[in-house]
């Protein structure tokens, strides 16, 4: 306090660490502020991911999730904030009376994965992953022959190889999902967004998919944007999940902090998913903690474990019924959330538990207490990692 | 999933319903029973059945290709654009479908004719007038058939999932690539139906052809003109024709029977 000239350089140290602050252009990652506004909907979303990072963009139907592609892939201009990518102003819009800038969505070369993957109906699955190299920038067209060896390379990659000549209306959902990320990287984007990649698949293959996708996502330089309604998937995937509700942030952050300390009783309700690592033998996991649990369906080797938190239920006593997974464990934490209480249990098996704060009052529940927690085979979902 | 009744359908709507068939059956087996047909193909090549046969065919493919130029982009205008009055335009665009043709014919002539608003500035500049001449054939068969490919295009324009052109963008094709590559192969089906319904109601075309271009044989009269002039004076040769005209739409209904009949 007496020596305020000493104070000086320590205050500049963090513009001078982070030259991108004072040098856009520098960065490779997406900056954004989305504001739309239509009718009496308002989105007001600020973005902003690393390269090599992939966030997740997590809201139920309805929450602006689809304006923010439309904007973001150049289908839509923006009515305030502005979207940068790789240094490069895409669009802006500063208000009314001000200058708008609009890359043409054909400009912006974001790679996108469109909800229902969009493969051109009339061309082969093959000359669907070339058509960006075909057609693209008049700049980078190659000939036909070129692209189409590109494109079953990507293909072998993604594991649909042997589709190459089939109409994407004979191939499943699952395998025209790999064509739909062969056709976007095929062009080497700065960016990928994939707009509810998994939401039209059953639940086998979405597993099987969401492998595929982390792959994808891993290899890819670039910022990475997932649009998502489904926490499971926002989980699985993403390094960071930003959530929206009616068109406003939530909350923002790793997966773990979001979990841990949810902002609202909706993401709450949202996030809480328990996701656990284990390794799996039939219908029977051993979880990464020691814990043996019993689920529905069978699987092989490692896997993810997904258990909701109301789907746990919570007894005084050794419960006996039709629940496969009884264990008795300690309460390690309490958190009231508006109408639940969220339980946090310890070893042998730490995850949450939501409960009503009448059931919370009625256990007598305080941090220290020995409880039995119970859940059925068929509310442990898995999928393999 | 059949909507087919098993047994027996009721013995009111048999009747009714069979007789409603003869009201188009009975007419087809008239025109049959009075075709000469061992002459017939002596009078599809010679006289005046012959010079019809010439002029429909020239006039009605050009106003089908016409057609196809034209009524192309404005469908594509009329689906994907918003400008002023729009909904009017579409509405005066698919005017001659309703409107009687001779009225159309009218019109053409009050624009385009010797005194027209239009055609009197362009004969005294050039001399150039389209009645009586092939071109105000083509010009009357233009507008009664074109309004049959604009609404098909314009509906198949509008059905089109924006997600593909959306998806073409996105990897870098602009907006005449994704046109050309995109749209106009996937509105390929509704566009061939467009053009060959245009051509067939070209080629039946009457009123508007009679009141703005005139009747005159080897120049102006097509295959529904020489039908009328012929009942008059050479009846085998007016069924002969009659009998062409019956055959080519009857081919044009069956092959676009699932395109169009069952889009609307």
Redesign the interface.
């Known amino acids: 306090m007496n020596q305020p000239h000493m104070n000086q350089p320590h205050m500049n140290q963090p513009h001078m660490n982070q030259p991108h602050m004072n040098q856009p252009q520098v960065n490779r990652g997406l900056r954004a502020q989305i504001g739309v506004d239509r009718g009496d909907f308002t989105l007001d979303l600020p973005l902003s991911i690393d390269p090599g990072s992939t966030l997740a963009l997590l809201g139920p139907n309805g929450a602006g999730k689809s304006t923010a592609v439309t904007t973001l892939?150049?289908?839509r201009p923006l009515d305030r904030g502005f979207i940068e990518l790789a240094g490069r102003t895409l669009d802006r819009a500063d208000g009314p009376g001000h200058l708008h800038h609009l890359v043409?969505?054909?400009?912006?070369?974001?790679?996108?994965v469109?909800?229902?993957y969009?493969?051109?109906?009339?061309l082969s699955v093959i000359d669907n992953v070339a058509?960006?190299l075909r057609?693209?920038?008049?700049d980078?067209r190659i000939n036909k022959q070129h692209a189409r060896t590109i494109a079953s390379q990507w293909l072998e990659r993604l594991g649909v190889g042997s589709l190459a000549e089939h109409r994407p209306s004979e191939i499943s959902g699952g395998q025209a999902q790999r064509v739909a990320l062969a056709?976007?990287l095929v062009?080497e984007p700065p960016m990928l967004l994939l707009d509810e990649p998994l939401s039209a698949l059953d639940v086998t293959t979405r597993a099987e998919l969401r492998r595929v996708l982390r792959t994808v996502l891993n290899d890819f330089e670039g910022p990475r944007l997932l649009i998502t309604h489904d926490p499971t998937d926002a989980f699985m995937l993403a390094d960071q999940i930003c959530i929206l509700e009616q068109g406003q942030v939530v909350q923002t952050g790793a997966p773990e902090e979001i979990r841990a300390h949810p902002a609202t009783p909706y993401v709450a309700d949202l996030t809480g998913l328990n996701l656990l690592e284990g390794v799996s033998s039939g219908t029977t996991i051993t979880t990464a903690s020691g814990a043996t649990l019993s689920a529905a369906t069978s699987a092989a080797g490692p896997v993810m474990l997904a258990i909701r938190p109301n789907a746990v239920s919570l007894h005084p006593d050794e419960p006996h019924g039709s629940p496969r997974n009884t264990w008795a464990t300690t309460v390690t934490g309490l958190e009231p959330l508006g109408d639940t209480v969220r339980v946090q249990l310890g070893q042998p098996l730490p995850i949450m538990v939501d409960i009503t704060p009448a059931a919370a009052v009625d256990l007598d529940l305080h941090i220290g207490s020995i409880i039995w927690a119970a859940v059925k085979a068929t509310e442990v979902s898995v999928s393999p990692s | 999933m059949s909507r087919r009744v098993v047994g027996r359908p009721p013995l009111v709507l048999l009747l009714l319903g069979s007789v409603g068939a003869m009201v188009f059956v009975v007419p087809l087996i008239g025109l049959a029973s009075r075709t000469p047909w061992r002459s017939l193909p002596t009078l599809l090549t010679t006289g005046i059945v012959a010079e019809a046969l010439r002029v429909s065919a020239i006039t009605s493919l050009s106003a089908a290709a016409l057609s196809l130029v034209l009524g192309l982009p404005l469908a594509w205008l009329l689906a994907r654009t918003d400008f002023p009055g729009r909904r009017l335009l579409r509405a005066v665009v698919t005017l001659p479908m309703v409107l009687p043709p001779v009225v159309g014919g009218a019109a053409l002539w009050f624009a385009l004719g010797r005194r027209g608003l239009i055609g009197e500035p362009l004969y005294d500049a050039t001399g150039f007038l389209f009645p009586f001449s092939i071109w105000g054939v083509i010009l009357a068969n233009t507008f009664v058939a074109m309004p049959f490919l604009v609404i098909t295009l314009e509906a198949a324009f509008r059905s089109l999932d924006p997600q593909f052109e959306a998806a073409a963008a996105s990897l870098g094709a602009n907006r005449l690539t994704v046109f050309l590559r995109v749209t106009l192969p996937l509105v390929g089906p509704s566009l061939a139906a467009g053009v060959v319904l245009a051509w067939a109601r070209a080629l039946g075309e009457f009123g508007a052809t009679i009141t703005f271009a005139g009747n005159l044989e080897g120049r102006t009269q097509t295959l529904p003109l020489a039908v009328y002039l012929a009942l008059q004076s050479d009846i085998e040769a007016a069924v002969a024709t009659s009998l062409v005209l019956v055959a080519i739409s009857l081919t044009v209904l069956l092959v676009l029977k699932d395109r169009w009949w069952q889009r609307t």
């Open positions: 892939a150049g289908l043409p969505a054909d400009q912006r070369r974001i790679g996108v469109f909800q229902h969009a493969l051109f109906p009339h058509f960006g057609h693209g920038p008049a980078g056709r976007a062009v």
